[in-house]
């Protein structure tokens, strides 16, 4: 069965980096483009990046562009974000997320999230 | 960038109602619009994609319609365990925005 499994979240002081890391299972990582999506406590969802299975395509939020650089390793199965200049407002759980394959940029998979906390 | 809006963005439902929920584009996004289900300290499950074409596994009793601005997401007979707080999302493009949310509540 798919599984989507995030790491490296944790409390980091603003102006910080992290880096979060996304192990996926069960299915052919390859062939699917991958997206990070973040919840601040008690907020809604904000879609925050995409990358393509191949990995020449991505994209970002206004509010992290610049900032962040979502990247895969397609031999380790693994999606990565690298989140740099960390803000209090980038407070959240990060959720890695499976995009779902020729029907369109909607997520049919997500991992349980990991909690960044940007505080001093 | 396109907007998306929920409404409401709460209600209260008794168990065998029929509830809908809307969500409105900002502008038209034709049929590329999912909504998901969020329960109470659960990760979001995806619901329908394409507006109206339900994910495999989800119970029949819930539906979507709409195209180009305005759509809904229905329930035919509201269960206990639809407690939940459901997001639309639109993809025609990027950014992919999603709607604020509408928490659903059993009276």
């Known amino acids: 069965q798919v599984q989507l499994v995030e790491s490296g979240g944790g409390l980091v002081k603003p102006g910080g980096s992290l880096r979060l890391s996304c192990a996926a299972s069960?299915?052919?990582?390859?062939?699917?483009?991958m997206s990070w999506i973040r919840q601040a406590p008690g907020k809604g969802l904000e879609w925050v990046s995409y990358?393509?299975?191949?990995?020449?395509?991505?994209n970002y939020a206004d509010s992290v562009k610049g900032r962040f650089t979502i990247s895969r390793d397609n031999a380790k199965n693994s999606l990565y974000l690298q989140m740099n200049s960390l803000r209090a407002e980038d407070t959240a759980v990060y959720y890695c997320?499976?995009?779902?394959?020729?029907?369109?940029?909607?997520?049919?998979?997500w991992g349980q999230g990991t909690l960044v906390t940007v505080s001093s | 960038d396109i907007q998306m809006t929920q409404s409401p963005s709460s209600l209260s439902a008794s168990v065998g109602d029929r509830v809908t929920i809307t969500c409105r584009a900002s502008?038209?996004?034709?049929?590329?619009l999912a909504w998901y289900q969020q329960k109470p300290g659960k990760v979001p499950k995806l619901l329908i994609y394409?507006?109206?074409t339900l994910q495999s596994g989800v119970p029949s009793r819930f539906s979507g319609s709409g195209s180009g601005t305005d759509f809904t997401l229905t329930i035919s007979s509201l269960q206990p365990e639809d407690v939940a707080t459901y997001y639309c999302?639109?993809?025609?493009?990027?950014?992919?925005?999603f709607g604020q949310g509408t928490r659903l509540e059993i009276k």
């Open positions: 997320a499976r995009v779902s394959y020729g029907y369109g940029l909607f997520f049919d998979y």
């Open positions: 069960g299915f052919t990582f390859s062939d699917y483009y």
């Open positions: 990358i393509s299975s191949s990995s020449s395509y991505t």
């Open positions: 502008q038209g996004i034709s049929n590329y």
């Open positions: 394409a507006a109206s």
């Open positions: 999302q639109k993809y025609n493009s990027a950014p992919l925005t």
